[in-house]
């Protein structure tokens, strides 16, 4: 009895402690692809391109989306295959052997811009404020953050992922070092993450966008009655494949002073244009909003559906 009463105990720490030990969220700096910092929880993943992205000169501005349809953690699997240098050697070596089909059906198989049940990245950031991201105006030109400086992670795990990021000075007005920061935090089941953004160095007030990309002109959006939050419905790239509707949508802790569409003179890369949300921001001022998605993959078969979950976060 004794012994058996003792495996018993052993086996409720043992359960225990599998449990503690559970993550619903994670994030790093991925060498594997410019020092991006992605992260991710049950129901979403994002990334920021990072210092080596800036290096090369790639123009990626905003915030990338992983769309996810499971529950447990996959960058570091989709990192993994998409960027392993032993299945793009395979690859190389089909292909010079005149074995086209052998080779692409293995990149497909491995590239995590399909999907494999998973989900997958059909989102297209290029030089834009992406799934919506903040940006200081000056006049009316969007000063844009390029890719971060630097990143500490303050949390990571098991229920909330949450980093600090700096970005490399600019200019503004007549401020000539401006640093800006932001503070990400990422809880689980939360189809949004929290930003609080401020900037360093900043001397007087300003005008602040946050801006959600637009790839077709005539594909719908959503503004609040009453400006607390604006949505767009993003066109998944490959429709033919069955990648659904992605909801883009940023929610804001202060009513902004409006919120339009603005399109561009002309199209960069695929992109159009961006719905922009305009705030105020002092100096020294903090300045928090929240910025994420839905999928119709994933819980939002509709757009309704994701209104809702909008107006109740």
Known sequence: MKLRTTISIFMLIAVSLAHAQKSWVYGRVFPEHGQDLSFENDRVG?????????????????????????????LNKWYANQFSSVFWGRIGELKKQ??????????????????????????????TLGAGTSALLDGDRIVYPYCYKTVEILQNGPYVFKAHLVFTPFSIGGDKNVTEHRILELRKGSQLCKCTVWYEGLTHDATIVTGIVMHNPSTEFFIDEHKRFMSYNEPSQSPQAGNGIIYIGVKFEKTPEKIEKQMFEKPKGQAVGHLLAFSHIGAGEKFTYFFGFGWSKYGFETEKEWIKYLKKY
């Open 46 to 74: 994002f990334r920021l391109y990072g210092p080596e992205s800036q290096e090369k000169n790639e123009n990626l501005y905003g915030y990338d989306i992983f769309a996810k349809r499971v529950p447990s953690l996959v």
């Open 98 to 127: 005149g074995r086209k089909a052998e080779a692409n059906a293995l990149q497909d198989s491995i590239t995590y811009h399909l999907d494999h049940g998973e989900g997958a990245d059909f989102y297209a950031v290029g030089p």
